[in-house]
């Protein structure tokens, strides 16, 4: 692939010299910025033999993600989810994907249990996944890079458009992932996992001082596991470096890197027909394990690494200077062979032969100023700053379909090598580069907040696909305004209207380049933050929402006279309702709780089929309760266990088409899981069950031969050492 070209000393000057901006504000009484405390969940015996386990970042309070300040969550006029990673540990979520099994308006799981990514929904459009606030090097085709989750603190999820912080994001949202980071404190842990599919994991972290104002973290990771699919197995290697200098009082700067190596073998990623996994087969139902590759041709291997760092420079107790950056590279190969056709007999699979190769790179900054002060009566907390994105991808692919059938009730391989096709077809090969200037104002007048947003972008797309490489510039001013009064009980109610947009490449059949399109939403809810001493933390949210996306790309619908001509003339519109809380209670109980119904549809197509279709992977309905609880006294003192239930309402495989008219439906499902774990100082023992009565049910069909089997019975032992 073609690299990046030297950005300049331009570019660099640009990003320094917001440092040199004067402070044109004097701000006064800002808080300090919150320090990440390393303890996370820890296990005490009192004097009186009582066995407390303390999970003190359980139930979450900020997310900087929210506002890019250190603004509590119940002032921020917009939903949004922590997964933190007390709830991480204590539930033991592998990946992102299970993560977000009992947060409300976000879906996970899409395809099954897929090996390779995270592949979730959020409120109706597919998120975009951004690592300490800036972008992944994701590829134009999956808005994920499957970077692993043990190596991260928490999932913030911010619901409904972006922009206004973030540039170029979907309207449903993005979900950030906040590195582990280095602290003063030394301390750490060594973990090991054994499970079902012969699931092995060892992982750790450890941290501590290395010297006056220098403190250091490691983690590391790897995995060796099969899946529920016959003749698949995956290892993972990964390992994150942190550093951080306190370079003085007020200043300090972090480095912060990961590196992750994938290498999954025999896999086909699903694509099974619907004859016998949705719908009846006559002749017989298709076995959950059923490969329909080629164990010893299919492999997908996967190499990624990111190194950068945050730099924050305090100039009074009420401003502060704050930059990341981060250069990133995403590079993965697969090859497969997969089932396409189902055959008249009902048992004999057609197949082809599937080579693809996709290289990343990504430089990302983001430099802003984070002030208060006062004017009059009104408290402000002021907001500036400049971010850029430089991102190139070049990807290829090859089909072959002279691929010899298979049997699908009795699978009989390949006994000869297998030749692999060149990969002679660009599917992408471009540049984007991207410019965002924002502020924000969060204007306090006793206890009304009024926030207000702006930001301008600036985009230049080049595609050489093209003979002639074709470039594109676009400009876009986002902005966001909300309101949130907060009542001394801890109670907000807030409404907020809020602006996003994506580039769109490519242009209308007479060379009309396409606009971007755009995201608007309209959000009122109420949030609850209650903490009462230190035996009671709750908070709870509801939101209702309403998000409209135009400038949707369709079909012409002149396709006579322009075939295979698109317009901008699609839109589509999610709306609904959204409640959830997490609390814990004296140390002992936790509860998570979710509820969302989300109306996501196609409001205007020129498309038929497509007019009042309900966009892919998003059941209208999605309930979840998790409650564990651990005893503190007595003979069982440290003992403890949970049980949760999972409702999905039916939801959509595809939107349809002129390739796939039809559309596939997958039917609703309640799930079960449990959890039973036993905590001394220091130590931790667990073992998690999900789908633990193992319902077995299609999780999505994107077409007649496009089924994933959801995810049966899965059970973990974890056992963990802390010091």
Not at 207 to 217: D, I, K, P, V
Request: proline fraction near 5%.
């Amino acid at each position: 692939m073609r690299r990046f070209s030297r950005f300049g000393v331009g570019h660099i000057a640009l990003l320094a010299s917001t440092a040199l901006m004067p402070a044109a504000v004097h701000a006064q009484d800002a808080p300090a910025p919150q320090e990440q405390d390393d303890v996370g969940v820890e296990t005490v015996r009192q004097d009186d033999g009582a066995i407390i386990v303390t999970a003190r970042r359980f139930v979450p309070s900020g997310a900087i993600t929210a506002s890019k300040t250190t603004a509590p969550l119940i002032e921020t006029p917009q939903s949004v989810s922590v997964i933190s990673r007390d709830q991480i540990d204590l539930l033991n979520f592998v990946d992102v994907q299970q993560a977000v099994r009992y947060t409300a308006g976000v879906v996970g799981e899409n395809y099954g249990p897929d090996l390779r990514f995270d592949f979730i929904t959020l409120r109706g459009f597919i998120p975009d996944q951004y690592i300490d606030g800036l972008k992944a090097p994701v590829s134009a085709t999956i808005a994920n890079v499957g970077v692993d989750l043990y190596g991260f603190e928490a999932v913030d999820v911010l619901k409904g458009p972006a922009g206004v912080l973030y540039g170029t994001t979907p309207p449903g949202g993005i979900y950030n992932l906040t590195s582990r980071r280095p602290s003063t404190q030394t301390g750490g842990e060594f973990q090991i996992k054994y499970g079902t599919d012969d699931f092995k994991q060892a992982a750790g972290t450890i941290t501590g001082e290395l010297a006056n104002g220098l403190s250091a973290r490691l983690t590391g990771l790897y995995r060796d596991r099969d899946s529920q699919t016959d003749f698949v197995t995956a290892r993972r290697a990964y390992v994150a470096p942190a550093v951080a200098y306190e370079i003085g009082p007020d200043t300090k700067i972090t480095a912060l890197g990961y590196y992750q190596w994938d290498r999954v073998e025999g896999d086909t990623n699903g694509f099974l027909p619907a004859l016998g996994v949705l719908y009846p087969n006559p002749v017989g139902k298709v076995r959950r394990g059923t490969n329909l590759g080629e164990p010893d041709y299919n492999f997908y291997r996967r190499e990624q690494w990111g190194a950068g760092y945050e730099f924050t420079h305090r100039f009074s107790p009420s401003l502060r200077f704050t930059q990341n950056v981060r250069w990133g590279e995403y590079h993965e190969y697969q090859q497969i062979i997969y089932g396409t056709f189902l055959n008249a007999d009902n048992r004999t699979v057609s197949r082809a032969n599937y080579p693809y190769k996709d290289d990343v790179a990504n430089f990302t900054a983001d430099s802003r100023f984070d002030g208060s002060f006062a004017t009059g009566a009104i408290e402000h907390r002021l907001l500036v700053g400049l971010d850029y994105r430089n991102y190139r991808e070049a990807s290829a692919f090859a089909f072959d379909f002279n691929v010899p059938s298979i049997d699908l009730f009795n699978p009989v391989y390949s006994a000869t090598p297998i030749a692999v096709p060149a990969l002679t077809t660009t599917f992408t090969d471009q540049r984007l580069k991207q410019t965002g200037v924002y502020l924000q104002d969060q204007a306090k007048i006793g206890n009304f907040i009024l926030t207000l947003s702006g930001r301008q972008d600036w985009v230049n797309l080049t595609n050489y696909v093209p003979a002639t490489p074709v470039e594109t510039k676009q400009d876009k001013f986002t902005w966001r305004v909300g309101a949130t009064y907060v009542t001394d009980a801890g109670i907000a109610p807030y409404v907020s209207y809020a602006t996003s947009f994506l580039p769109v490449v490519g242009a209308t059949f007479t060379g009309d380049a396409f606009s971007p399109s755009s995201g608007e939403q309209i959000e009122a809810g109420v949030k609850y933050d209650a903490r009462l001493l230190d035996d009671v933390k709750l908070f709870a949210t509801a939101a209702v929402f309403r998000i409209e996306q135009t400038n949707v790309v369709t079909d012409d619908p002149d396709q006579i006279n322009h075939p295979g001509g698109k317009v901008q003339a699609g839109e589509v519109v999610s709306k609904g309702l959204e409640l959830e809380v997490v609390t814990r209670i004296r140390e002992q109980l936790s509860i998570n709780a979710s509820y969302s119904y989300i109306d996501a549809k196609i409001t205007k197509s020129n498309f038929a089929l497509e007019d009042n279709a309900r966009l892919s992977a998003q059941p209208r309905h999605k309930a979840s309760l998790f409650v564990d609880y651990t005893k503190a006294t007595g003979s069982l003192a440290g003992a403890g266990g949970g049980f949760g239930i999972r409702h999905l309402s039916s939801s959509p495989g595809n939107v349809p088409s002129v390739f796939v008219p039809l559309v596939y439906t997958s039917p609703a499902a309640t799930l079960f899981d449990a959890t039973l774990h036993y905590d001394l100082p220091g130590w931790r023992i667990a073992i998690n069950g999900s789908n633990i009565f193992d319902k077995r049910y299609a999780g999505r069909c994107t077409s007649a031969m496009g089924c994933f089997f959801a995810e049966g019975r899965q059970i973990v032992g974890t056992l963990t050492k802390r010091f």
